[in-house]
């Protein structure tokens, strides 16, 4: 039984690192192949991004080991890309979005190397929560505004449901972290609620479906 538990848990941690190196690859496809951003949240892409590259820069200034932040590298990189996509596909890419770049390269370089004060950046930590929250709850009003979540990966969050889940399960392995709990309970919520959302609005209407 003992070694039955210790498989489930290196289970949990391995399958969560891989499906987050690939958790947005669903959506980058779906996206490229619909080149439309009907249903996806700018502002949820870019508070996503700033959740994951806080993680970031708090991981690699605490000289933490790198595979227990693996996946951060790969989330922050395919949200970059994410955004760009979004911003091309809606016309909205601007000398302004260099500069935002530019700006946004600086931070992550003066985080990561001790240019601020460790303060700043456990201050930064605790506000990953509702950073998070917030944008999972901008991509559900993007939903709920324009009623079409066709540009919309399920696979994409369902595996970040999945990772939510192993995660609970992890933490509560070490003991009873209440933030780190907090935080992926809050996750998986508003995961599931987009999930659910964007499989409502892809159902035939009752009207559409008296006209065919």
Not at 14 to 24: A, E, G, R
Not at 55 to 61: A, I
Not at 136 to 150: D, E, P, Y
Not at 165 to 193: E, H, K, M, Q
Request: with cysteine; glycine share 4%.
């Amino acid at each position: 039984m003992v070694e039955l538990y210790s498989l489930l848990i290196t289970f949990a941690n391995i399958s969560t690192i891989v499906l987050c190196i690939v958790l947005k690859i669903p959506q980058i496809i779906s996206l490229v192949g619909s080149k439309n951003t009907t249903g996806l949240s700018l502002p949820g892409t870019l508070l996503e991004l700033t959740s994951f590259t806080i993680g970031l820069c708090y991981s690699v200034s605490s000289g933490y080991a790198l595979s227990s932040y693996l996946e951060y590298p790969f989330l922050v990189g395919q949200d970059l890309l994410l955004l760009a996509l979004v911003l091309h596909y809606s016309k909205q890419i601007s000398p302004t979005w260099f500069a935002i770049l530019g700006a946004y390269a600086a931070v992550v370089y003066a985080l990561t190397t001790g240019l601020f004060p460790n303060g700043l950046l456990i201050t930064l930590m605790s506000l990953c929560t509702p950073i998070s929250a917030a944008s999972k709850l901008a991509q559900l009003r993007t939903m709920h505004v324009s009623q079409n979540s066709k540009s919309v990966s399920v696979l994409t969050w369902s595996i970040a449901a999945y990772t939510c889940i192993t995660r609970i399960f992890t933490t509560l392995d070490r003991g009873f972290d209440a933030p780190l709990l907090a935080n992926y309970s809050v996750s998986l919520i508003l995961n599931l609620a987009i999930i659910s959302l964007a499989l409502k609005l892809r159902r035939p209407r009752k009207q559409e479906k008296k006209t065919q």
